[in-house]
């Protein structure tokens, strides 16, 4: 399909149409590439690259509203971490990080749209070793709406219970957002639409509820809110967002260990991720929850507070 739809960044919709619709190799605008912005067609990285072999890659996800990237600082401090994790240091402070997100955002004249940082080794090394690999940032932007798609915020999820489970921290860096640990993510997510599903809820390697393949998970019953404590996935940026925005609204949160016998006891439930935002979810395998009045307002409260986040500096 290469070059047979014009793929311009209008391109809308949720994930999985912007990907019919669209090659991400074949697009009009700049693309930040190891400290210059560069046209977006020409971003390419050599076949013999350290990161596409043994996946010494990390990134980031976040978005812009109105013209500003939502938690900027915390998402370029992350990227960093995560690199650290790996074991390579990114040649840019988070400053200069954060200043690049801007710029490329402003090159591509966007004000709503998904920012993509991404890290690795070059191809200075072939084999494991990789310590004279040098390290490259590149930072793309799109515009994309709803990751599950708009209907899913009316009537929720449906979600798969994934074969493949969150690794234990000590047999993967865990904590960093490494492009390696979305190897059972993607395997989850297309077992699960091949079943029909949305996606996936993911256990952790003791058989605990941990997270979807690309987002936190919560539920809720008799208006208090649970989520799986973050000791072996990501610790979402927008999980913590959201849990503050419940605290504030007096709503009592608890993290602690969340058992799959437990799910049919709740009532609500919902996914959390910068590209996810707050969305419902409806189901988890034969479990259904309903799209209740808690969830519909932290959903309303996240969409005004990263909006707010502007006025407030
Ligand atoms: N878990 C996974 C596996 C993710 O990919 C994401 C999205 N980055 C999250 C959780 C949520 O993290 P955040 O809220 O920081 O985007």
């Known amino acids: 399909m290469a ?4 793929a311009g960044p209008a391109a809308a919709g949720g994930a999985e149409e912007t990907l019919m619709e669209a090659t991400f190799d074949d697009r009009d605008g700049f693309i930040w590439f190891d400290g210059q912005l560069v046209p977006w067609r020409d971003a390419r990285v050599h076949v013999l690259t350290h990161a596409m072999h043994y996946a010494s890659a990390v990134f980031e996800g976040q978005r812009a509203y109105d013209g500003e990237v939502f ?3 915390q998402h ?3 990227l960093v971490r995560s690199a650290e994790l790996l074991g ?3 040649p840019y402070s988070v400053e200069a990080i954060n200043a690049a997100c801007r710029e490329t955002l402003s090159a591509n004249g966007m004000r709503d749209a998904y920012l993509r940082p991404i890290a690795w080794r070059g191809s200075e090394q072939m084999g ?3 310590q004279r690999s040098k390290i490259h940032l590149a930072i793309a932007c799109w515009e994309w709406g709803a990751y599950f798609g708009e209907e ?6 449906r979600l798969d219970i994934a074969s493949w489970r969150r690794p234990a921290p000590y047999t993967a860096p865990t904590a960093s957002k490494a492009a390696g640990l979305y190897m059972i993510c993607t395997l989850s997510k297309h077992r699960a639409a091949d079943r029909g599903f949305d996606d996936a809820l993911m256990l952790d390697w003791r058989g605990q509820v941990a997270e979807a393949t690309g987002a936190n998970i919560f539920f809720i019953r008799n208006g208090e809110i649970h989520t799986p404590t973050p000791d072996c996935f990501l610790d979402g940026i ?4 959201v849990i503050a925005l419940a605290r504030t609204r007096g709503v009592n949160v608890i993290e602690r260990a969340i058992w799959p016998e437990e799910l049919e006891s709740f009532e609500q439930c919902f996914l959390t991720g910068s590209a996810a935002e707050v969305t419902p979810v409806g189901s988890i395998g034969p479990w259904s929850f309903e799209v209740g009045a808690l969830t519909r307002q932290l959903m309303q409260d996240y969409a005004a507070h990263v909006r707010g986040n502007r006025a407030r500096g």
Do not use: Y
């Open 3 to 6: 070059g047979v739809l014009r």
């Open 71 to 73: 938690a900027l600082q």
């Open 76 to 78: 370029s401090e992350r």
């Open 88 to 90: 390579f240091s990114i």
């Open 128 to 130: 494991v070793a990789a």
């Open 152 to 157: 899913a915020l009316l009537k929720g999820l």
């Open 238 to 241: 927008t999980r913590k967002t």
